[in-house]
Antibody
Framework: EVLLVESGGGLVQPGGSLRLSCEVS????????MHWVRQAPGKGLEWISF????????YHTDSLKGRITISRDNARNSMYLQMNSLRVEDTGLYYC????????????????????WGQGTMVTVSS | SYELTQPPSVSVSPGQTAKITCSGD??????AHWYQQKPGQAPVLIIY???ERPSGIPERFSGSTSGTIVTLTISGVQAEDEADYYC???????????FGGGTKVTVL
């Protein structure tokens, strides 16, 4: 079964830190680029970060630059999001999602789209 | 920062057609994708590269594009199509992804 499973969320005080994890199974992790997307309670989706299949290219949304770091461990089929200096407005459900890396030979799929998502991990920032 | 604009809500009777628009300046140069999200569930990709449909997605879902506007069409709407729908694309550089604000589809 193809799965993405997020973990690491929880209740944290403002100014605190969390490290979110996304563990995948059922597909070749190294064929996929990965994203983090968050959703505040009752609000829409917000893209926050990208990492290439090799881990060599990283992008973060401007609004969170300096406070987040994305990484991956291809040997462990896992991706991470380190979040620092957390604020109340960071509260939300954090999803990981995959995007096929069509630049790789022999790999095909829905180019540019996030074709599979995890169920999310909840982050609550509150005093 | 780059934005995609969607109508907040669309209401449609069963069996009728629902159209959801998404506008953005970079859409003539960047593909758009559409996701369906039902309450308490993760988003599901329903249209990619403006009009392509992943396997397993019903044919009643289709996508089209015209200039700076992309459109998701749901033909013959069913009660199970009641959900939030999001368009997604990238800015003109192709680096930063962006989601539209979402459209709530209500089946009357």
């Amino acid at each position: 079964e193809v799965l993405l499973v997020e973990s690491g969320g929880g209740l944290v005080q403002p100014g605190g830190s969390l490290r979110l994890s996304c563990e995948v199974s059922g597909f070749t992790f190294t064929n996929y680029e990965m994203h983090w997307v968050r959703q505040a309670p009752g609000k829409g989706l917000e893209w926050i970060s990208f990492i290439s299949s090799s881990g060599s290219t990283i992008y973060h949304t401007d609004s969170l630059k300096g406070r987040i770091t994305i990484s991956r461990d291809n040997a462990r089929n896992s991706m991470y999001l380190q979040m620092n200096s957390l604020r109340v407005e960071d509260t939300g459900l954090y999803y990981c999602a995959r995007e096929v890396d069509i630049s790789l030979e022999g790999v095909s799929g829905p180019e540019g789209a996030l074709d599979l998502w995890g169920q999310g991990t909840m982050v609550t920032v509150s005093s | 920062s780059y934005e995609l604009t969607q109508p907040p809500s669309v209401s449609v009777s069963p069996g009728q057609t629902a159209k959801i628009t998404c506008s953005g300046d970079a859409l003539p140069r960047q593909y758009a994708h559409w996701y369906q999200q039902k309450p308490g569930q993760a988003p599901v990709l329903i249209i990619y590269k403006d009009h392509e449909r992943p396997s397993g997605i019903p044919e009643r879902f289709s996508g089209s594009t015209s200039g700076t506007i992309v459109t998701l069409t749901i033909s013959g709407v069913q009660a199970e199509d009641e959900a939030d729908y999001y368009c997604q694309s990238a800015d003109s550089s192709g680096v930063y992804r962006v989601f539209g604000g979402g459209t709530k589809v209500t089946v009357l």
